[in-house]
């Protein structure tokens, strides 16, 4: 048990290490950077590399140097000892090692019999030469002073040279030589190489750092201005001309943005002439637009100004043109606040449709409350003409759900997305049927479950179609019911603040 729980225990604290780590793991390392890691490491690599062969080559020449100029003392020593060894002058051996010791970092010298014994030495021998000469061994000797007090031991090394007659070896010459300036010659080297080996990967790092930041200034560029393209900004540009791949990249990108204004605002031009659900929905399946429609359940608002004809008579084209732009806009603006649109303006005329394109299951009730909010305005609008000695309408509405046809209506050339079909025909009957400032529904709306209790009517009468054989009982909505007039009321407020609307 208590394993189990320390096993626990040690998975808990590695998850919550793992987390930790990758928690405070960068997700974005700069390009710069990287380039500058690459560059740093070439150039450490390659200095390292060069400063190793430099010291070993400059060791190497040292030491063979020293090698050479030993191996010449010592086999000069032995061939002025050859006399006096033969004939036992000491004297003679004691001034030749004499002359020698003290001069050219020579440090001591020794003469040997063929055996390895020692005849005579002046200054510091090895101790153990002789078994080296013995064994025949010629080779250097390195090794240190042996000193009792703290002054710090020599390095020194000793060179063994036969002594011979007629190709016989009578004895041996030994010359011992200071290493200590040679590994002071080797330690200047190694600290010569590596000071320059450190100055120049500073020097290459600073270099990689300002090259990697320069490099990737266009690619920084480049990032910048593709986020400012996703974020919807097609007005960046680049004004740097360059005459490499990233030039081309650049005039691409600036292509690109202005192939994405250029969209922007063919949407949005297209979006004034049309519905912006139509718009979107047409954008949106552009490989499928196509003459014809489907059969949908949706609902149709006509809004028509009552006496438009005999008042426009009278008036000035551009007194007419901005006396329906103001209501029109007020109109779909209320249509937007019910997710509704404006299918299109016949004249003095506005059709508004609600759920379709975009599929509604309130769009009957959202119609009426439509409609209920466009008297309203027109009713605040008309205050607000009269106050400045300006024309007031007043707007017959009719409204009618049912089954229609949606979808692209026209010829291949010149299409329009809109429903057509005997709901839409009789909800502009409606509106006709209507008196000034009324909202007139069919009596099959008015019995309709999505209307009830939500509205309030009165009966009008009947009305006679053409094409249909029975007549047609008319009600008028006069007001929605009381939960529901108060958010009216407050939509009608913010529609009259509406800036667009007023625009």
């Known amino acids: 048990m208590l394993v189990r729980k320390l096993k626990t225990q040690l998975a808990n604290a590695a998850l919550q290490a793992a987390a930790r780590v990758v928690r405070y793991t960068p997700h974005h390392f700069p390009i710069a950077y990287k380039l500058a890691v690459v560059f ?37 020593v032995a061939e002025a000892s050859k006399e006096p060894l033969l004939a036992g002058d000491r004297l003679g051996l004691e001034a030749t090692l004499n002359n020698l010791v003290g001069k050219s970092s020579v440090l001591g010298a020794g003469i040997y019999t063929d055996d390895g014994d020692l005849v005579l030495q002046s200054g510091l021998v090895p101790f153990d030469a002789g078994v080296a000469m013995a064994n025949r061994e010629q080779g250097p000797l390195d090794w240190e002073e042996t000193v009792e007090d703290k002054t710090p031991a020599r390095a020194l090394t000793s060179f063994i040279a036969p002594v011979t007659f007629q190709d016989v070896i009578v004895g041996y010459a030994l010359v011992t030589f200071d290493r200590t300036d040679m590994a002071g010659a080797e330690a200047h080297t190694l600290r010569a190489v590596t000071g320059t080996t450190l100055m120049l990967v500073l020097i290459g790092i600073g270099a990689s750092v300002f090259l990697g930041k320069r490099l990737t200034r266009p690619i920084n560029q480049l990032m910048d201005v593709s986020r400012a393209i996703s974020a919807g900004n097609y007005q960046m ?53 196509q003459l014809g429609g489907r059969r949908v359940e949706a609902t149709v608002l006509f809004a028509d100004i009552a006496g438009f004809t005999s008042m426009s008579e009278n008036m000035h084209p551009e007194d007419v043109s901005a006396l329906l732009n103001e209501y029109f806009s007020y109109i779909a ?41 466009v008297q ?29 046809l949606a979808g692209n209506m026209g010829s291949r050339e010149r299409m329009e997305y809109t429903v057509v079909g005997d709901s839409v025909n009789l909800a502009s009957r409606l509106a006709s049927a ?33 094409g249909k054989r029975l007549p047609v009982a008319t009600y008028q909505i006069t007001r929605l019911a009381p939960d529901y007039q108060a958010l009216l009321e407050e939509k009608v407020e913010a529609l009259l603040r509406s800036e667009s609307a007023a625009a």
């Open 40 to 76: 740093t490491l070439l150039i450490t690599g390659g200095m390292s590399t060069l400063g190793v062969v430099v010291v070993r080559d400059q060791t190497r020449l040292l030491r063979e140097q020293m090698a050479d100029f030993g191996q010449t003392v010592v086999h000069q």
């Open 237 to 289: 540009r680049f004004d740097e001309r360059r005459n490499d791949e990233l030039g081309a990249l650049m005039q691409s990108m600036n292509t690109m943005s202005e192939g994405l204004l250029r969209k922007e605002q063919v949407e949005q031009t297209f979006s004034r002439y049309v519905s912006p659900n139509v718009a979107r929905e047409v954008l949106a399946h552009l490989e499928t637009v």
């Open 333 to 373: 603006e209320a249509a937007h606040a019910y997710n509704g649109h404006v299918d299109k303006y016949i004249g003095d005329c506005a059709m508004l449709l609600f759920g379709v394109p975009l599929e509604d299951p309130d769009h009957l009730f959202k119609a009426v409350a439509c409609g209920i909010t």
């Open 376 to 404: 309203t305005l027109i009713q605040r609008l008309n205050l607000r003409r009269a106050a400045r000695g300006l024309k007031q309408v007043q707007f017959r509405i009719g409204v009618n759900c049912g089954p229609m």
């Open 434 to 466: 209507g008196e000034p400032g009324q909202l007139v529904i069919s009596q099959e709306m008015q019995l309709d479950p999505r209307l009830m209790g939500r509205v309030e009517t009165r009966k009008l009468g009947t009305i006679r179609l053409r």
